[in-house]
């Protein structure tokens, strides 16, 4: 819950009525020579030498703590369950690569081995064919050679 309080400006004057004027303030230029700050406070400040990781750090105070709390619990739900499914997943492509050589390796062979077979017995069967085209009769003519004898 937000708690809202008022500060009252030391420049603005309220009037009974509710009307509030504001008074001028004088704005002295900056003067190097008056400044309050040493130069040893200006080395802490070094942009060459700072990091990426001073950087973050620096913002964590932009970011609340409720809402740090959200994205440290989010960014840890994902990063949870990104390496569940890559480890899942790896199991489960090694499931499946190893299955499919233990079933589809010998498959495969035992189709080869039958279409083999099917283009040997076609030719087998061009051949017969040639053949009584080649010489119509001739199991007739050996047929009667076996009868005679």
Do not use: C, H
Not at 15 to 36: A, C, L
Not at 46 to 66: C, F, G, M
Not at 81 to 97: E, R
């Amino acid at each position: 819950m937000v708690k809202l309080t008022q500060i009252d400006d030391e420049t603005q004057t309220v009037y009974p009525d509710g009307t509030t004027t504001i008074n001028k303030v004088e704005v002295n230029e900056y003067d190097e020579s008056d400044s309050e700050f040493s130069d040893d406070d200006e080395d802490d400040f070094d942009l060459a030498n700072e990091t990426i990781y001073d950087r973050i750090v620096a913002l964590k105070d932009i970011i609340s703590p409720q809402q740090r709390d959200a994205i440290s619990k989010i960014a840890s739900t994902v990063s949870t369950y990104s390496s569940y499914i890559a480890s899942n997943s790896g199991k489960l492509l090694w499931g499946l690569t190893s299955s499919s050589l233990l079933l589809g390796v010998p498959l495969a062979l035992a189709i080869l081995s039958e279409t083999q077979l099917q283009e040997m017995e076609k030719d087998m069967s061009l051949q017969k064919s040639a053949q009584d085209v080649l010489a119509p009769g001739s199991e007739d003519a050996f047929g009667e050679k076996k009868a005679i004898a």
